[in-house]
């Protein structure tokens, strides 16, 4: 006679599935991967090496370094999803792998001569390897990893101080109205300088809102910072990309914050405070500074609507029926 009480047990009495770990990969996997990347960094040793040169010798791209790592990271989070893969080759990344490897590369490297294509080709190459080796549902859980790697990318000259000039105007101006505002003291924007007179007393020399003051370094850093952020939070899709947006007004608002008070230090109280390292302390409080702006406006969308789902009672019982 068959039995069908149902037969309550505990979750911890039900055996629970063996965690994915990286190791299970294998060997074989392993030397696979150190053969690609080996062939990758010859390739493209030129340009890796530019990439590599510019995040030692210019302040402003040494974020760099980190960003492989976050890549390897974001790889992390969906490592259940990735090892539990069927692997299936899609001969379509063979093509674009031949596209870029055989026709784009040397375009650049021996027609064009612009670095920074060669740096950039680098990217759809390992999406490229990627989409040949495991297919789209490879790709699709390494796309941003992959397309992360961009920030790495130090931007050309000409790019970046067309971005930079205009950024270092903006702090001026928004930098002025907020010194106009101290009594006595009378300021006025004259492209990124900014002419003082304090009491009476034309203050010289004048300041000038240096392309460290840009708010580039922190603009770049920041933004990648908050791609992970928006990423690795999980929250409505609405959410993600109104944070992702705000990385670019809160790292302004940083900059003229930094200006400004660069400025008051140096009319209020010793010039040699606003130069040199203190100049640079400064600028490295701002990144706390905009990832509390960062983190507010988080808290306030996180808080905005609330879930009003109850938790059941028995969430941790499971029914299994016994024959």
Known sequence: MEDNNPVLTSKEDVAEPQEANWGGLGIHTYIKIAVVVSLVINLYYSGIYSIVHKWISDSSWSHGFLIPIFSLYFLNQNKKKLLSLEIKRNYLGLISLILC?????????????????????????????????????????????ILFLIFAMPLPGSIYNDITIPMRRTAASLA???????????????????????????????????????????????????????????????????????????????????????????????????????????????????FSLYGLLAWFMGNLFINEKKAKSDEDIIIRKQN
């Open 101 to 145: 490897c055989v026709v784009l590369y040397p375009i650049t490297l021996f027609r064009l001569k612009f670095g920074y294509a060669q740096q950039l080709i680098i990217i759809p190459t390992i999406g490229s390897i990627i989409l040949f080796w495991g297919g789209w549902k490879l790709l699709r859980y390494t796309w941003l990893p």
């Open 176 to 290: 002025t109205a907020l010194l106009n505002l101290v009594s006595g003291l009378e300021a006025n924007a004259s492209g990124v300088v900014i002419d003082v007179v304090y009491k009476g007393v034309r203050l010289e020399p004048a300041l000038d809102v240096a392309e460290a003051c840009s708010g580039m370094r922190l603009l770049m850093a920041f933004l990648a910072l908050g791609v992970a952020m928006a990423y690795l939070h999980y929250r409505p899709m609405w959410q993600r990309l109104i944070l992702l947006a705000s990385t670019i007004p809160i790292a302004i608002l940083s900059n003229v914050v930094r200006v400004t008070i660069t400025g008051f230090i140096y009319i209020l109280w010793d010039p040699k405070y606003a130069q040199g390292i203190y100049h640079d302390m400064l600028g490295m409080v701002m990144l706390p500074f905009a």
